[in-house]
């Protein structure tokens, strides 16, 4: 089991960029897929980024160019870097750790795009 607390959000221009981090407490985080979603207001949570345990990262279409996810296993945590934001990335970010059936959720970050 994993417990994952995120953090690094808040507000910002549009813009502007924000790095999040989501520290994962348990053991063998290595072993998991790590995912970043995201839920803003009135939409449904959709799938941002994931990195598989051998570092190879998948990007759902639209956040491709400006979003980038990365892990540091001895750290056991995982990024996102936040570039170019805009008001309608504003959302609550949440991580999740994903191994085989097995999922975990963080409580999420939320990040305010606005001037």
């Known amino acids: 089991q994993v417990q994952l607390v995120e953090s690094g959000g808040g507000l910002v221009q549009p813009g502007g960029s924000l790095r999040l981090s989501c520290a994962a407490l348990?053991?063998?985080?290595?072993?998991?897929?790590m995912n970043w979603y995201r839920q803003a207001p009135g939409k449904q949570r959709e799938l941002v980024a994931s990195?598989?345990?051998?570092?190879?990262?998948y990007y759902t279409d639209s956040f491709k160019g400006r979003f980038t996810i990365s892990r540091h296993n001895a750290k056991n945590t995982l990024y996102l870097q936040m570039n170019s934001l805009k008001p309608e990335d504003t959302a609550v970010y949440y991580c999740?750790?994903?191994?085989?059936?097995?999922?975990?959720w963080g409580k999420g970050t939320l990040v305010t795009v606005s001037s």
């Open positions: 990195i598989f345990n051998n570092g190879d990262t």
């Open positions: 348990g053991s063998a985080f290595s072993i998991y897929t």
């Open positions: 999740k750790a994903t191994f085989g059936t097995q999922g975990y």
